[in-house]
């Protein structure tokens, strides 16, 4: 069964450096996500992304966040220069179709990219 | 602004007896509303969708407007339920998650 992988599983970096978070969504879904998770938080959404641009974003989602779908299968999520606050779990997700209400569409979720900021 | 609810961080019960995983929305359009799961080192994933109004490994849902709530039940629990259940709303092109509720099923 295809799934949503994601890279690297674990990341710790240092306050200030710049990282990439990673997905390959599955192949013929056409709507990215992300979310995150802070330690003991609720998943928060951060951007969804079709067609090569965002669709929506949060108030999180803020000029340190960009994403970018680079060749035809991975999406990436980059933070500029991390804080300590964007230590959280990261999720990637994908979904066949748009969330339209009266669609129930599904989420696929992948696994999370644990990120840490000293 | 929408807003999805859990009062419950942790619920255990026995095997086989019957449980009920409480979610309330604050949303002032038509709702969409979602549980997910994640079992232990497992992804999150879907459990069910209001708007099939289907049963997954025993779980129901009823949407109720007018108390705004969309509680999970199992009539006999297994301990196989063990997990972390998320109630969430879908608007736009987002879903806004509850807290989430640990579910412990004990033998």
């Known amino acids: 069964e295809p799934e949503v992988t994601q890279t690297p599983s674990h990341q710790v970096t240092q306050m200030g450096q710049e990282v990439i978070l990673r997905c390959v969504p599955i192949?013929?879904?056409?709507?990215f996500y992300w979310y995150r998770q802070i330690l003991g938080q609720k998943v928060e959404f951060l951007v969804s992304?079709?067609?090569?641009?965002?669709?929506?974003k949060s108030e999180i989602f803020d000029d340190q966040f960009s994403v970018e779908r680079p060749d035809g299968s991975n999406f990436t999520l980059k933070i500029r220069s991390t804080k300590l606050e964007d230590s959280a779990m990261y999720f990637c997700?994908?979904?066949?179709?748009?969330?339209?209400?009266?669609?129930?569409?599904?989420?696929?979720f992948g696994e999370g990219s644990r990120l840490t900021v000293l | 602004a929408q807003r999805v609810t859990q009062p419950e961080k942790l619920l255990s019960v026995f095997k086989g007896a019957p449980v009920e995983l409480k979610c309330n929305y604050s949303?002032?359009?038509?709702?969409?509303l979602f549980w997910y799961v994640q079992y232990s080192r497992q992804r999150l994933q879907l459990l069910l969708r209001?708007?099939s109004r289907e049963s997954i490994k025993g779980f129901t849902a009823d949407l109720n407007k007018g108390e705004t709530s969309f509680h999970l039940k199992k009539p006999f629990a297994q301990e196989e339920d063990s997990a972390m259940y998320y109630c969430?709303?879908?608007?736009?092109?987002?879903?806004?998650f509850g807290e989430g509720t640990q579910l412990t099923v004990n033998p």
């Open positions: 992304f079709y067609n090569n641009e965002i669709s929506e």
């Open positions: 997700a994908s979904s066949p179709r748009h969330i339209n209400p009266g669609t129930g569409v599904e989420l696929f």
């Open positions: 209001h708007i």
């Open positions: 192949s013929n879904h056409l709507y």
């Open positions: 969430a709303l879908g608007s736009g092109s987002r879903l806004t």
């Open positions: 949303y002032s359009g038509s709702p969409e």
